[in-house]
């Protein structure tokens, strides 16, 4: 078998594990073809052979049905490349189909790409491309399409990786090369993420990407093809017929039903009306509730590092007072919001990074424990006193719209404001007025927000406190208006990964420095569900659910 560098990235025990299957289905003299499925038919076909599915563990794959999941809030659109907003990641990736896919082991599976090798200098990416690939309007993919994403898309929702690309060049349909500016170890970590999907050039070049049609019906080279979408109801996803990977995808369709109440999604998935929703789709006593039953499973384990945080404008003339945002800091009880909140499914976070980045994550940093009276002294000190009527001014915290878990967050800072003299109210906006509000007008005072983590925090860091981060117009870029020389000389020297031992000690010290100047107050680290059906089957094949492009996803008949 040939050196293959994408096979070569796996851990050892997926090597171990790919090369097992194979060999099963060599010893049981069937074809290994017969048998392919899913990212690890992927990743042993990139490396020379073709691959059998883990299906001998969980029953073989049943072909046909509908899996019916829950949408909420529901997407503004479909175009990751103007919103990476996760309930719209969680459509678009069973349309699209990226380069590679994260394995959550320090590799990447193989999808639209076979392989990515480095030169000998470091300095150039070789990525081969997979043949025989069809948009599913049945154009041809190939090379031009990822150039124009790398070229155009990308830039807008992984800069992480553009902004140390030279120029990307095509020698044929099946090659791509990434020319880079400098060496950059890291960047095969980065080829992997939900950032870097991939367009269809003949659909999307030369028109304008915030109005071009097929952001609300999406052409990808997915396992599933889009169908319709009836606004306030449901959106309906069909299989592809033509998938490159011969015998996927299993299911006939998915149907993604929006259902805004937290009682009613409850509802729905313990009557089987529904079978899968993520990132804690219902109340926690309902949650305590279902996870007796014997025909649904609530699984936290398949999530990213994540962190949950409040984000301050500073523009505003009285948040721009550090003090006031210290204040703020030590109003609000991070302990008591974990336990009473989220129901325990998290964590009190004092820093930027998540503990789950754990070669990155440090306690060595400013702190501000839960101290109203120390709240109180400071606003003074700010020259905002109790006035007769007992408030010292007014603020709004614009809370993310996701769902009851964040009003809930946004009640218990309100209240933690109020009692230090901080008329807090609480803004009620929709996803899309709420995104356009923050992130193109910043028409705001405070808002509630999340993310996940990668292994490697420069992507995060970067779009949370760096130059790199200031995108107007981008959701989910940085909203605070914060800039400090240092942290982005810190960014600048740790991007390329050629010193790890640096990197630690640059990601540490540009951690106090932002804990110092709190344009970002972290609260919790999260402890994401989900809730689906236990005949839904081989949902956990990659750490992300949400990400996941459900190809070798089934349903079982029990």
């Keep these: ?13 997926q090597r171990r594990r790919l090369l097992r299957w194979a060999g099963a289905a060599l010893a049981g003299g069937l074809p290994l073809a017969a048998q392919a499925s899913g990212a690890a038919a992927a990743a042993i076909m990139a490396a020379g052979g073709t691959a059998v599915s883990n299906a001998a563990a969980i029953g073989a794959p049943v072909r046909g049905g509908t899996l019916v999941g829950i949408a909420y809030p529901e997407p503004p659109t479909l175009a990751t490349h103007l919103n990476g907003a996760n309930p719209i990641s969680l459509i678009t990736s069973k349309i699209y189909d990226r380069l590679f896919v994260d394995n959550g082991q320090g590799g990447l599976e ?12 470091g300095r150039t990416i070789t990525i ?33 990786i553009t902004a140390v690309i030279d120029k990307v060049t095509t020698p044929d349909q099946l090659t791509v090369l990434l020319h880079l500016k400098q060496r950059w170890p890291v960047l095969m970590r980065y080829l992997g993420t939900n950032g870097g999907q991939i367009l269809p050039r003949h659909l999307y070049q030369g028109t304008d990407l915030a109005t071009n049609p097929y952001n609300t019906k999406p052409v990808g080279t997915g396992p599933f093809v889009f169908k319709e979408w009836q606004r306030g109801s449901h959106i309906v996803l069909e299989r592809n017929p033509d998938y490159y990977i011969p015998g996927l995808p299993h299911l006939d369709r998915i149907v993604w039903k929006v259902i805004n109440d937290s009682a009613s999604r409850a509802a729905a998935l ?13 109340t926690f006593s309902d949650a305590a509730r279902l996870q007796k039953l014997d025909t649904l499973v609530l699984d936290t384990k ?40 989220w129901g325990g499914y998290g964590a009190p976070l004092d820093g ?10 440090t306690r060595d940093l400013q702190q501000y424990p839960f101290d109203p009276a120390k709240a109180e002294k400071l606003l003074d000190q700010a020259g905002l006193p109790r006035k007769a009527d007992g408030w010292r001014f007014k603020l709004v915290h614009d809370f993310i719209p996701f769902g009851d878990d964040y009003r809930r967050t946004g009640e218990f800072v309100r209240q933690a404001l109020r009692r230090i003299g901080i008329d807090a109210s609480l803004g009620a906006k929709d996803l899309s007025t709420w995104s356009r509000d923050v992130f193109t007008n910043r028409q705001f005072q405070v808002i509630s927000s999340w993310g996940g983590w990668t292994a490697d925090p420069q992507a995060s860091l970067e ?20 800039s400090n ?12 990964g050629e010193n790890p031992a640096q990197r630690v000690v640059n990601y540490k010290r540009l951690q106090q420095i932002v804990t110092a100047d709190l344009p970002v107050l972290p609260l919790l680290e999260v402890k994401w569900f989900s809730v689906y059906a236990k005949q839904l089957r081989n949902v956990d094949e990659f750490p992300s659910q949400t990400r996941n492009n459900f190809a070798n996803v089934w349903l079982s008949k029990a």
């Design 1 to 13: 078998m040939d050196s293959n560098s994408v096979f070569d990235s796996l851990a050892a025990p």
């Design 352 to 361: 930027p990074v998540p503990s789950g980045v754990k070669e990155y994550f």
């Design 463 to 482: 779009i949370r406190y760096g130059a790199r981060g200031d995108r107007p117009g981008v959701p989910w870029s940085k909203a605070s208006g914060y």
């Design 302 to 341: 398949q999530y990213e590092p994540t962190s949950f945080w409040l984000e301050f404008n500073l523009r505003d003339p009285v948040l721009g007072k550090l003090e006031v945002r210290q204040a703020i800091a030590h109003a609000v009880d991070r302990a008591a919001l974990v336990k009473t909140v």
């Design 110 to 121: 193989p999808r639209l790409a076979l392989s990515a090798k480095p030169s000998d200098d």
């Design 270 to 282: 313990e009557t089987g009306a529904a079978h899968f929703a993520v990132r804690n789709p219902i």
């Design 128 to 160: 081969k491309l997979r043949p025989n690939v069809r948009w599913h309007d049945g154009h041809a993919f190939g090379a031009d399409d990822v150039k124009y994403s790398l070229d155009v898309i990308w830039p807008r929702s992984a800069t992480n």
């Design 485 to 496: 020389k240092e942290v982005d000389a810190l960014l600048e020297q740790s991007r390329s």
